[in-house]
């Protein structure tokens, strides 16, 4: 059958149209508003059963998988403990390792990482510290991040697990010999959490002890030693630039607050006891307390004390002679009337050596060295050894016994063994 071209121009324009209308059609079915919402399957059930196949899991945005700066991942290693340990911090920037020595052992072993987001090189350094019970079962670890969010967790090294306590603006933390408790200095901009707490490492329940205004130089109060039951607490309640008082308070007392009035800086309630100026402190007894003290350019003492928590007196057992000598920390030896300290003269830069003494409750004394590069001092359980971390160059550490003037062992502080740090 042949077509003319009139029959073909009406055949092509008719089927335009059609495609045309189906068109229109489908864009009218289509078009739904976007606020309208999508019809439930068990809802709107269908006469005819439909096989859907699976969607693709929804992949995370880039925002969010970002962190806030001071947002921090902690990982934890099972270990034993041995019975003579020391837990240090090593690292900086946004990487920190806990590490565990043994001292009977010479043997150092990482127990936990963290690293730290979007934290600043300078002008604030972010740091990390820890606190560990008597047994070593409970640590606390501290990650203060100047220009972000601290936070402060409790490690279980024997678990190998962690634990977020909280987050804000924690500055020192202490855990209890026990490590059933903990204080912490929290410098939150909130006046409402700002100041002394103690909590739970169970649960981190926590409760204020000492109310503070984060607007004043000192606050907040900051917690220096807890009794040998856990029962009692000193703290330092900071007077600006002449450094600490020493005060103790019973953990089960009332919430106080310091009263920083122009006649003088005062803890009004609660059951808060002044002990004396202070920079540390720690208990010889459940009964006995020993701390020290030491000035700066604007003030303040330098000395070494006992309190009788008795008779509430505080005893000198160490003034030096020369105003030109600085207490850089003091260690009551275990199971002795004796006492470690180590001095510094007021002027010699930051690398100046520093004398370490042993000195006897009643005053006699004998020097048993002069260290450049001394980080930390402490006793050995039993009081046998006076155990010291030194300074060595960027890779590595020495601990070694000054009462004996012997090396224990070496430390990499980056990682590696002795003798091949990294």
């Known amino acids: 059958m042949r077509y003319t071209p009139a029959t073909v121009a009406v055949g092509i324009a ?75 911090v090593l690292g900086s920037g946004e990487d920190f390792r806990v590490v565990m020595l043994d001292l009977a052992a010479a043997r150092a072993t990482q127990v936990a990482t963290a690293h730290v987001v979007g934290v600043l090189t300078a002008p604030a350094q972010t740091s990390a510290a820890v606190s560990a019970s008597a047994d070593g079962r409970v640590v606390l670890l501290s990650l203060n991040v100047p220009e972000g969010q601290s936070s402060l967790y409790v490690l279980r090294p024997e678990a190998g697990g962690s634990t ?40 981190g329940t926590m409760n204020r002890l000492i109310a503070d205004d984060p607007q004043f130089v000192g606050s907040p109060p900051v917690p220096f030693v807890f009794s040998p039951a856990g029962t009692l607490l000193v703290f330092g309640l900071g007077l600006g ?16 607050r310091v009263d920083r009035a122009a006649a003088g800086t005062k803890i009004i309630g609660g059951e808060a006891t002044p002990i004396g100026p202070a920079s540390g402190a720690q208990f010889v007894s459940e009964q006995e307390a020993f701390a020290w003290s030491s000035r700066s350019a604007f003030g303040g003492q330098t000395v070494a004390y006992t309190f ?15 105003p030109d000598s600085l207490l850089g920390s003091a260690s009551w030896r275990p199971r002795a009337a004796e006492f470690a300290t180590v001095e510094r003269p007021m002027v010699g830069g930051a690398n100046v050596a520093q004398a370490v003494w042993l000195r006897d409750r009643g005053g006699p004394a004998r020097k048993l ?37 012997k090396a224990i062992m070496q430390l990499c502080l980056r990682g590696g063994t002795p003798g091949s740090c990294t």
């Open 308 to 322: 009788d928590l008795t008779s509430n007196k505080a005893t000198d057992v160490y003034r030096p002679s020369s």
């Open 369 to 405: 060295g002069d260290y450049a590069l001394l980080i930390e001092v402490w006793w050995s359980r039993d009081g046998s050894k006076l155990f010291a971390r030194m300074g060595g160059d960027d890779s590595t550490s020495g601990i070694a016994d000054l009462l004996t003037a």
């Open 164 to 203: 977020l306590l909280l987050k804000g603006a924690p500055r020192q933390a202490l855990v209890s010999p026990d490590g059933a408790r903990f204080a912490v200095a929290r410098a939150d901009t909130d006046p409402a959490m700002t100041g002394l707490w103690i909590g739970s490492t169970d649960d």
């Open 241 to 256: 630039e002449t450094g600490y008082q020493a005060m103790l308070v019973p953990v089960s007392s009332a919430e106080a």
């Open 14 to 88: 008719v089927s335009i149209i059609i495609v045309l209308a189906v068109l229109a059609l489908y864009g009218t079915r289509s078009a739904a508003p976007a606020t309208s919402p999508s019809p439930s399957l068990t809802a709107s059930p269908s006469p005819t059963a439909v096989a859907v196949p699976p969607s693709p899991s929804p992949q995370p945005s880039a925002t969010a998988t970002l962190k806030a700066p001071g947002d921090a991942t902690v990982g934890v290693t099972k270990v034993t403990i041995p019975a003579e340990f020391r837990y240090v």
